[in-house]
């Protein structure tokens, strides 16, 4: 138990015993300002001109009003006394404030096991998260460390980047492709991103695709068409860069790109440009995806962006969305020689240039037993139009949940044994998907975009929206796109009738004088942006102190 005594200021007495100022975290800027009044006038009593005894009370009866405070308020509490000192460094306590002032406002965090972690690594946790994402969201956000690194192969021009995490280690992979010199040569390069150097490299003829695997818990990194299909795997043991990347599965099918890879699940287009789907693990099934696009303009971009989930399968092409059943996929119980329909499609105004589509997860996700459950869906658009203004507009759609969805893997069981079939009373989203607004961001003839979504509902892109009206200038802009609530969650009875808006960019991270930058990625938990250049020059830049997280961390 602990005894409390609360102060008044005798009649007539100038000063009392003051509460001190609140204090912030260590490493970090100030989180609060001012002691909170409300706070104070908890602990003043107005009836006595005396110091006064409060009865006594259990521990655990403060650690619950300690609960539904705001973090400036639990700051403040620590310099009331020492027991309160002592009770502001409780481990339960922090875990709250995490999942209330971070999570809650969807705040991404390393991916960390919350297990292993102190009450003062949380605390700092806590502290790096929102001191990040104060950065992060400005208007300007902040880089406290750039660094550059060049590719290996001469020449080349940089086609995607990609962060992920490997043997433990923050990494960032870069494929790039030489130009102009026959037999054209691709490159893959893992790079640690504590020490920049150079994990895994291998280069090899460009014969068409490939794609990164979005699960990171698998053990295949890469699918690569080489000519064969190889499915790359990291080996921490190797002796040198050049022999890290190690085959996994080499595939006999006869494919001419590699278009997605999510855990054992590949999707490719055939010689005749026919998509199919297959499980590497029995890769003598393969199943053609029917597909309902309209016929396209030769020499036309030929998107392709997929979100697969072991019950379906959503696949975003030029002029359609579609949705997939995979649970006869799964179990093998569908005929090879017949085509897999879509459930749902839906067709688009104009024709798409570019796209990027991806999966917003809570970050309290990892920790959390709702994983299996769908999540919403950001699609990010920019129009390919005769039209001027489609071109220099990028729209965002959301795909919400439905959230009366029964899944094959509910409780992370399978059931596609017994059934759960996608039927039209049985969707995992609500199609079609709805518009939520139109970013302005002006491209100029000929100029290059790039654009990528963050799992935390980050979205940034390159365009020629720069501040002088040159012929030629990049920036990298971005905006928050926020935690999407559809109307099934909300109460409403029409997730079509959301709100259109239009805006502009929230987050300018940087300009550039030339036109040279081509390809951008983002790690928001890591708060990390990687642009990539047509000269093979990939720009990293940390908007956090690594080294304070990294000392605070381990």
Sequence with gaps: MITFLSFQPLMGSGSGIETGSPRTLEGDISLNSSNNESTRKLFISTSVPAIQMILPLPEDIFLTIFQYLGLEEVLSMRTVCKSFKGMTHLRGLWISILRKEVWARNIPTPRIDLDRLSATQIEKLVANALCLHRNWTSEYPRAVRRRHVMVATPGARITSLHFITLDGCSCLLSFSLTSRVEPRMMTVECWDLNSLRCKARRTMQWFGGYAVNSDPESTGVIAIKTPFVEVLAFDPSASSPESAFIPLITLNTAAKNILSLTGNT??????????????????????????????????????????VHNDYAIILRPKTLALYDLNAFRRGSHPPLVSLSPVQVHEFQWRIDSCVMQRQISPSAPHSSNEFKPCSVNILIRYSSLFPWPVNLLHHFILHPNHLYNSSTSGGRSSTATGFALTSNNLPYNFPPVLSRTIVSPVRLFAITDMALGSYGTAVWLDSHTDYHAEVGQRLAGLMLGFSKDKAETGGDNASAVEQSSTRASMVFGAHETDDWNRVAIDEGGGRTAVGSITGEIIIDDYIDRCIIHSQLV
């Design 266 to 307: 590949l999707i490719f287009r055939t010689m005749n440009n026919e998509l199919k789907i297959l499980d590497i693990v029995r890769p003598l099934y393969e199943l053609k995806l029917e597909d309902r696009q309209p016929l396209l303009p030769p020499n036309q971009p030929d998107s392709f962006e997929a979100v």
